[in-house]
């Protein structure tokens, strides 16, 4: 019977391990065995250098891989052999299998986060703002200061913003949720 279990890894190497115990799984003649092998992801939305958000997947659960196999002394030995595997996790020589909803919780959160982050990146932010309006700044280091808008850059969520700092018209970028309409 096909169950899931949860085998600890070096962390850093679960992609490394998912691989090697791919092609062992193939070179042994095991594919019956072992049906599935995952390394939990989740895609988050980070800022890079420039500013600009990018979707990044990061491992939900680092040091540990997922595979769905049928328990057998062959499919254990396959698996505590694979370079990079330390343990199962649960007893020494009994792993204990996930439960249906422990599974469910893993993998539906992964698939999830996938299609969360194909909608964000199809959604862009839409400039609610024309040049030549006048807004005033809500946050950052130019607060409360008011300008005109110069030029919108609806790619990046941006706005190049006329402030006037001296006496003197000062072209700022902020982004779209730095500035509200007067």
Known sequence: ?????????YSGHENKVRQNLEHR?????QERAIRQIVVPTETVQEVNKE????????????????????????????VKGTPGVTSFVGAENNPVPLTRAEVDRLLKRESASKA??????????????????????????????????????EDAAKLKVLVSIFG???????????????
């Open 1 to 9: 019977m096909y169950r899931w279990y949860v085998i600890n890894t």
């Open 25 to 29: 799984r193939a070179s042994l003649g």
């Open 51 to 78: 500013n600009q958000k990018v979707a990044v997947e990061r491992r939900t659960m680092p040091g540990y891989v997922l595979v769905e196999m049928d328990l057998s002394d062959e499919s254990w030995q396959l």
């Open 116 to 153: 969360g982050a194909a909608a964000a990146i199809a959604a862009r932010p839409v400039a609610q703002y024309t040049v030549g309006e006048q807004v005033k700044v809500i946050s950052g280091p130019l607060s409360d200061f008011s300008g005109e808008i110069a030029e919108i850059n």
């Open 168 to 182: 003197r018209e000062t072209p700022v970028e902020v982004g779209f949720d730095q500035v509200k309409k007067v």
